[in-house]
């Protein structure tokens, strides 16, 4: 299988290389377009800053490229978020494949640490990257910023407030949480793509 690891100034891209490896995947890691187009599935990794990285991903000219991909491709923490809208991030509009706004996690109490860091929940899992799964099942987060709950929501989170733990709609599949850090449930997530 042809898997595609999407290379721009982003963290995270060799974590989620080393996962795949261990499922006896070896992905290739790329900015070229020919390789992104001819690939069977592409990750879009990424832990980083939304208003830099747009100007990255724009200036490169992989922002229309993602967008126009259509084998499955799965987002993963600012992957995820850069597929949205608008991020409230440095103020910056997104690739707009999910119709959803990233917003900042306000705290309500002392309790309420930002970023929501460490291992949570997934409830109301739908959709063939959840397949198998139950909703007691945890998963490792660290981010700052979340997207609401929306019709694309394919999973959720409960952290001061319920918010979308994945996203899908048609090709494009997205986790807020990082699977090649979520142990064998993790595993599951990224057998499941890999089988779409």
Request: net charge negative; proline share 5%; glycine share 8%.
């Amino acid at each position: 299988m042809n898997v595609a690891i999407v290379k721009y100034n982003a963290g995270n891209l060799y974590s989620v290389s080393h996962a795949l490896k261990r499922l006896g995947v070896e992905p290739c890691i790329t900015a070229n377009p020919q390789t992104l187009l001819a690939a069977d599935k592409v990750i879009f990794p990424g832990v980083g800053e939304a208003a830099n990285t747009m100007r990255h991903l724009q200036q490169t000219g992989l922002d229309k490229l993602i967008c126009s991909l259509r084998q499955p491709l799965l987002g993963i923490c600012l992957g995820m978020q850069l597929l949205c809208k608008h991020s409230e991030e440095g103020d910056v509009d997104g690739l707009g494949i999910f119709d959803v706004n990233i917003l900042r996690f306000q705290p309500r109490n002392h309790d309420d640490k930002v970023p929501h860091m460490g291992w949570n929940t997934l409830s109301h899992t739908q959709g063939e990257l959840f397949k198998g799964f139950t909703d007691e099942e945890f998963v490792y987060f660290v981010h700052s910023y979340y997207a609401p709950i929306c019709p694309d929501t394919a999973a959720q989170t409960d952290y001061i407030l319920p918010f979308s733990a994945a996203l899908q709609k048609d090709n494009f599949y997205a986790t807020q949480f990082h699977p090649e850090k979520s142990g064998s449930v993790g595993e599951r997530i990224l057998r499941n793509f890999l089988a779409l």
